[in-house]
């Protein structure tokens, strides 16, 4: 089953058409799109996508609506055919210096409306353009966050200054259009943007419509801490049916690979509560947030521990993983990101994970070998999966019942092969290194 998610983060449309058949070859079931909502077209910062100034107009630095209708169109003729999900900013509206800076799109927009009527009305997506479209009463108080462990605040006050967005009616059928005008146009979910500022109310109020009944739903609920998954995760998922980011596994994942940490916590994490139910988990190992936000840098994997880590998500069973691709954004800053994530979408290694992860998805996963610092696991009776966190080389032998016999299995990640014929198995796996194979 092709249903790997590819974060094509702040990538131009045009590039995104270009590259759509490679997308799909490479086993992606799915693309997620940068915000689309009309941002300064002349803002080449990748924050410039978060900060909208209309929803009825898809316009930005990236592209405009036409090439996000060819988009659509060609993903879904690919082969196989690609879903297109779309990052979604629907908790606040643009930070601008100017006056009635909680009236939307503002006097100057307006204008533009007016003297370049043609080029928005083609990049128009609903509505009226000659009104605007909110006023300060469509906005909560005009306070910023300061505990960021009050549920209550976090959701009612501003976000680093960005009007907060009410849930008063007209605010509320301003989303219910916007979701159905872009389920119209082809999108086949949504990535919920800051989902934990936004109420229950908020959320149905679009997440429940008749229109969204087959489409994918994920939100952003970031957390670094058990305390924060309680005071945010756990009533997010009581309260909805959305699927999320699994911070939870991440945290784990994490700590099992530290220095201190055990992989065998990797074994059934979700049986412990330290990982999203299968079915509502989108898995990653890392997200734009981390990088491009120097509060989150230290949740980040050291480079060689994030490509065991995501041996062990495409390896596993459960969740929908997310391939994270950038343009070394946060390489200006921090120049050890330089080309990190750049073209990771299309890496060898993603690549045959991917491959993994698509040939074994729904085979029963089971413990074949375990330690502090190496775990293997099967898939079934054609895959297995071995992670050596350590320095030292690692023999593990187990048992092979459950496996196929007398047939090549292979490593996609090295190439190497060996066929299984008696009851027991020793596989060799180097310091720092991971291993999936396929018969």
Known sequence: MHNVILHAFNWKYSEIIEKINDIAAAGYGAILLPPVLYSDPN???????????????????????????????????????????????????????????????????????????????????????????FSAWDFNKNENIDDWLDREEVIYYQLSNLPDLSANDWVLEQHRILFKKMVEMGFDGFRIDAVKHISQKQIDNFAKQDFMKDKFLFGEILT????????????????????????????????????????????????????LPWYRAVTFTVNHDLPLNDCFRNLM?????????????????????????????????????????????????????????????????????????????????????????????????FNTSELIKNEPFIDLLHSHGFTITTQEFELFIPPRTAQMWIA
Request: glycine share 6%; proline share 5%.
């Open 43 to 133: 803002g080449s910062a990748w924050w410039q996508r978060y900060q909208p100034k209309d929803y009825r107009v898809l316009y930005s630095y990236l592209g405009n609506k036409k090439q996000l209708e060819l988009i659509i169109q060609k993903c879904h003729n690919a082969k196989p055919p690609l879903k297109v999900f779309v990052d979604m900013v629907v908790n606040h509206m643009a930070y601008e210096n100017r006056p009635q800076r909680f009236y939307f799109p503002g006097d100057e927009e307006l204008e533009k409306y007016k003297t370049e009527k043609d080029f928005f009305e083609q990049n128009k997506l609903y509505g009226d353009l000659s009104e605007g479209l």
């Open 301 to 397: 994997f050291e480079k060689q521990d994030e490509h065991l880590a995501n041996a062990y998500i495409f390896g596993r069973d459960g969740g929908v993983p997310l391939v994270f691709s950038d343009h070394n954004e946060s390489a200006s800053i921090f120049p050890e990101d330089l080309n990190r994530w750049a073209n990771s979408f299309n890496r060898p290694d993603v690549v045959q994970m991917i491959r993994f992860h698509n040939a074994m998805h729904g085979e029963k996963m089971y413990p074949l070998f375990q330690n502090q610092q190496c775990i293997v696991f099967g898939r079934g009776n054609r895959g297995i999966v071995a992670i050596n966190k350590s320095d030292d080389n690692v023999y593990a032998r």
């Open 224 to 275: 670094v801490s058990p305390e924060d998954e309680e005071i945010f995760m756990k009533p997010f998922l009581n309260e909805t049916t959305m699927s999320a980011y699994d911070f939870v596994l991440f945290r784990t994942m994490r700590e099992a690979f530290g220095f201190f940490g055990s992989l065998e916590w990797l074994i059934q994490p979700e049986a412990q509560n330290n990982a």
